[in-house]
């Protein structure tokens, strides 16, 4: 949906010029509250209001558009060359398999997980569901109080509103492909 890609387009913009909400809507003389709604897709703001937001942020009204007309329908990813997305100090690295797919409902990554690489000591917490399939190497994962031990082939499926966490205890680099719905922005 348009609405979604716009929001998207809204939020990645602001972010990379380290604005809050609450600066964008001081600059822009939109409220934070339909900031807020149009980032997270649940409303589509009108020609005015995305002139006046294309105006504080430095770019062409067209801007939020380009996204929708250059998505594609169809994303081909060859092995081992997905687009990176997110790095943590060398230990995580995780790499889109579907960057570019317009208006997407679930996203899919391969993740790379250096030996003692952990999510952090809480449980994860959101909206939506995950599937995780460990490639290479082995995962220690954690819903609410009971743990998996998930080796080459094994996957996990699971509601994201329950609170989780994952750990490569191993001394070997492990490979995880996760399928995320709904899509995070990232």
């Not at 609405?3 to 604005?19: E, P, V």
């Not at 020609?47 to 929708?68: C, H, N, R």
Request: aromatic residues 8%; neutral net charge.
């Amino acid at each position: 949906m348009v609405k979604k890609l716009i929001g998207r387009k809204l939020k990645a913009s602001r972010l990379k010029r380290d604005k809050t909400i609450q600066e964008l809507a001081g600059l822009s003389r939109v409220s934070s509250n339909m900031i807020s709604r149009i980032e997270r897709g649940l409303t589509t703001p009108s020609v005015e209001i995305l002139m006046k937001l294309a105006d504080a942020l430095g770019v062409s009204l067209s801007y939020f558009v380009e996204e929708a007309e250059k998505g594609s329908s169809v994303v081909f990813t060859p092995a081992g060359r997905g687009e990176p997305v997110f790095f943590f100090e060398d230990k995580h690295r995780i790499s889109s398999l579907m960057k570019g797919l317009r208006d997407p409902g679930f996203s899919v990554f391969v993740d790379t997980l250096e030996p003692f690489c952990d999510s952090g000591e809480g449980g994860m917490i959101h909206s939506g569901e995950e599937f995780a399939m460990v490639l290479e190497g082995g995962l220690e994962f954690y819903i609410e109080d009971n743990m998996y031990l998930l080796g080459e082939g094994d996957s996990i499926a699971f509601k994201a509103s329950i609170p989780h966490r994952w750990s490569n205890n191993r001394a070997g680099r492990t490979k995880v492909l996760w399928v995320v719905s709904p899509p995070p922005n990232v």
